[in-house]
């Protein structure tokens, strides 16, 4: 497991590393009023698979953004609970958004869409995005089972 987070992390870093030259490259160009052609959709399309790709692994690592105002006031089988309820929903909606983002995925494929400046087909990007997204969706659920904390006590769903 701890091979393929490595392999994740250093695949979103690669990708920024290349959003960053992108950027780089398009302000320079611009100064000489060329632009990079197709810019902002390389970065659009960087951000989504960095997002998507890190998810599953924040996920697992327990590391969303959360809010304990009122952890201190419950005991720790209702944190317990609380946990079971944060997981099952994040489960359900990421489920619920992966096969949103298939079914839209298919149907852009079967049209033929593709983004304006490159002619990337969207249905690919909509998939990629699917799938990362059920993929998250059973990080949710088993990091129901991964105990109370994944890497400290102060970090949860």
Do not use: C
């Amino acid at each position: 497991m701890k091979t393929l987070e490595r392999i994740m992390s250093y695949l979103a870093a690669a990708i920024m590393f290349a959003m960053m030259l992108v950027t780089f490259v398009d302000v320079t160009g611009r100064q000489f009023n060329q632009p990079l052609r197709g810019s902002t959709e390389v970065t659009g399309v960087s951000l989504m698979l960095v997002i998507f790709l890190m998810l599953p692994l924040v996920t697992l690592r327990r590391s969303h953004i959360r809010v304990d105002l009122f952890e201190p006031l419950f005991g720790k089988v209702l944190f317990a609970v609380q946990r079971v309820v944060a997981g099952l929903m994040g489960g359900v909606l990421f489920g619920l958004m992966a096969y949103r983002l298939w079914t839209l995925g298919m149907r852009s494929l079967s049209r033929g869409s593709v983004t304006i400046d490159l002619g990337i087909p969207e249905g690919y990007l909509l998939l990629t995005m699917s799938i990362f997204s059920a993929i998250t969706a059973v990080a949710f659920v088993v990091a129901i089972f991964l105990g109370s904390n994944a890497n400290n006590s102060s970090e949860g769903l």
